[in-house]
């Protein structure tokens, strides 16, 4: 449990409103948990909890994504909330994963109530752009960002602000099964998170690597730094000799540029 003061409550707010606006622009990846843990960790005084905690909770949202119309979990509200309770209200790691996954539902509700009330919005710039009124296309674009951000922070804000014996009395009110079957179920959906990277990226050429990593883990020398460096270094080895990256190639060299220059030609695509 951890007293804030004010500069600390605020920086802890501004992170979950940049974690809200992340969590529709996504381009930092700032809503990630795994992110969101370590910066209100580095605030308290607590990077190291904040980093395993986010870690954890990260293995969690990893399969979670939007598909079409589908609105997935909310892994912003999940990773903020659950921080809070972990780092500043006292709550232990496996309670901040279990409670993490309701949280995550009950987000999912409250964003797609935000994106239903951003329709309004797209007609009201719609109607500025037809006026040629380009500061009120800007308004409704800011206005439908701010919406997702506070989405974030007012539950965040609200969190903080229950005496942390509150939040205690609550959390040793659930019942051991709700939070054992919670935790179980996070457990499971890490392997579907995987596995739905692994089937994205699986391929003939890139299937050799998973089985290397999972031998190399087999090592208890390599710690995770080490394995690190090994896995960048397996990814670097692969885009030089990677066929789709080094076209023409017969033989022996590549008729096709050198692969910095292949690698730019591939960026410029996107």
């Not at 409103?17 to 209100?40: C, K, M, N, R, W």
């Not at 797209?122 to 800007?138: C, F, L, M, Q, S």
């Not at 394995?227 to 590549?254: R, T, W």
Request: charged share 10%; no cysteine.
């Amino acid at each position: 449990m951890v007293d804030l003061n004010f500069i600390q409550i605020l920086l802890i707010l501004i992170v979950a409103l940049f974690a809200g606006f992340e969590s529709v622009l996504d381009v930092f990846q700032l809503h990630q948990p795994i992110i969101t843990g370590a910066l209100i960790g580095a605030i308290t005084g607590n990077l190291t909890a904040g980093l395993i905690l986010g870690g954890s909770l990260q293995l969690i949202v990893l399969g979670w994504m939007n598909i079409g119309a589908a609105q997935a979990p909310d892994a912003a509200i999940a990773g903020v909330v659950s921080a809070i309770l972990v780092l500043v209200k006292g709550a232990s790691n496996s309670e901040g994963i279990a409670i993490a996954i309701p949280l995550a539902i009950a987000g999912q509700v409250l964003t797609i109530f935000v994106r239903t009330m951003a329709v309004g919005l797209g007609h009201y710039a719609d109607r500025k752009a037809e006026e040629g009124n380009i500061r009120g296309v800007e308004v409704a674009n800011l206005t439908g960002l701010l919406l997702q951000g506070l989405r974030v922070a007012l539950p965040a804000a609200a969190v903080i602000a229950v005496p942390a014996e509150t939040v205690t009395a609550a959390i040793e009110a659930i019942p051991d099964w709700i939070t054992g079957g919670l935790a179980v179920g996070g457990g499971m959906i890490v392997a579907v998170g995987y596995a739905m990277v692994i089937n994205m990226m699986a391929s003939k050429t890139t299937w050799p690597f998973f089985f290397i990593g999972f031998a190399l883990a087999a090592v208890t020398e390599l710690n995770l730094i080490a394995m690190g460096i090994i896995g960048l270094s397996l990814a670097f080895i692969y885009v030089q000799i990677a066929p789709e990256f080094n076209q023409g190639s017969g033989g022996g060299g590549s008729s096709g540029g050198s692969v910095d220059d292949q690698l730019d030609d591939i960026l410029e695509d996107y």
